[in-house]
């Protein structure tokens, strides 16, 4: 069965770093997207991203996020300047055509010290 | 999106029949209803969606009245490995272009 792969699923990290979160949606999705979930919180929506742009964002995606897909296959996030509030396992989702379920990933921990 | 409202936890024992009920009194016309389970330190996964009536796959049942103002879904015979948070959605599916809006779900707890 296809699936949602992350890389890598623990990532430390010291306050101010850049990071970059690595996903490879399934083969054939169209629709991508990125979540996070703090520890003991919600699952909570940050970004989509259909035909090489960002469909929506939510109110955490501010100028220090960006999302790219710098090939046909990875679809990245990047974090410019990581805060101590940033730590939160990072999930990667995608669909295929409207209609289709998401599928996650297994997430990437984020740890910032 | 329809608010939905379910029950923070539940509790129950290997081999019995978990029933989670999801309230959804504002639900429109084009609304789906949507199931996701997570299990501890995993993304969420799809389990069932249902628009009326019931639906069934081979994890879960959706039984969805005639007022679709709620929404029940059974989990038949659990086993430990059903210990999972449940996620109600309620939102004009078959639109997976869309954000999803996670509440904080039922946290089920299946004990030996």
């Known amino acids: 069965e296809p699936e949602v792969t992350q890389t890598p699923s623990h990532q430390v990290t010291q306050m101010g770093q850049e990071v970059i979160l690595r996903c490879v949606p399934i083969?054939?999705?169209?629709?991508f997207y990125w979540y996070r979930q703090i520890l003991g919180q919600k699952v909570e929506f940050l970004v989509s991203?259909?035909?090489?742009?960002?469909?929506?964002k939510s109110e955490i995606f501010d100028d220090q996020f960006s999302v790219e897909r710098p090939d046909g296959s990875n679809f990245t996030l990047k974090i410019r300047s990581t805060k101590l509030e940033d730590s939160a396992m990072y999930f990667c989702?995608?669909?295929?055509?409207?209609?289709?379920?998401?599928?996650f990933g297994p997430g990437t921990r984020l740890t910032v010290l | 999106l329809a608010k939905t409202t379910q029950p923070i936890s539940m509790d129950s024992y290997e081999g019995q029949e978990v029933n989670i009920t999801c309230s959804h009194n504002?639900?429109?016309?084009?609304?789906?209803i949507t199931w996701y389970q997570q299990f501890p330190s995993q993304g969420p996964r799809f389990i069932i969606q249902?628009?009326?009536t019931k639906v069934t796959n081979e994890v879960a049942s959706l039984f969805i009245p005639a007022d679709r103002k709620s929404s029940t879904l059974s989990l038949p015979r659990v086993s430990l490995s059903d210990t999972a948070v449940y996620y109600c959605?309620?939102?004009?599916?078959?639109?997976?272009?869309?954000?999803?809006?996670f509440g904080s779900g039922t946290r089920l707890s299946i004990r030996p």
């Open positions: 959605l309620v939102g004009a599916s078959y639109s997976s272009a869309s954000k999803i809006i």
């Open positions: 083969s054939n999705h169209l629709y």
């Open positions: 991203f259909y035909n090489n742009e960002i469909s929506e």
């Open positions: 989702a995608s669909s295929g055509e409207v209609g289709d379920e998401q599928f």
């Open positions: 249902g628009y009326k």
């Open positions: 504002n639900i429109a016309t084009n609304d789906y």
